[in-house]
């Protein structure tokens, strides 16, 4: 299996195609969120105190989708405000935003926490 990485936090990999399923259920046990073919690696590590990676992982599924905050307000009816604040690490993403968001981006609601 060929492993290729870069610093913005995304993991390339190549390997037989039989076990991509296998593959990718192991990474998103690890935390991996799987976007386009692309699985990115939270970059603050648990502890540091830093704003958890749920942040980073909700403002590049958006974007992935082609959602502006506006529309995914509309989908989720969570305020734009208030997903701009997640997105900076302003404000928590509990558990119910988490699953609304899941809903909503079409993934599972655990990548957000």
């Known amino acids: 299996m060929k492993l290729n990485g870069n610093s913005n936090g ?16 192991v990474l998103q046990s ?20 830093e704003a958890p990676p749920g942040r980073r992982i909700l403002a590049a599924l958006r974007r992935r989708r082609g959602l502006t905050q506006a529309a995914l307000s509309g989908r989720t009816g969570i305020p734009q405000r208030h997903l701009s604040e997640m997105e900076h690490g302003r404000r928590p993403i509990g558990k119910k935003l988490a699953r609304a968001l899941g809903r909503a981006l079409e993934t599972d609601y655990r990548v957000f926490l």
């Open 10 to 25: 995304e993991v390339h990999f190549s390997g037989p195609p039989e076990h991509r399923e296998q593959a990718v259920h």
């Open 30 to 49: 690890l935390g991996f969120v799987e976007m386009a073919g692309v699985l990115p690696w939270p970059e603050t590590p648990p502890g540091s105190g």
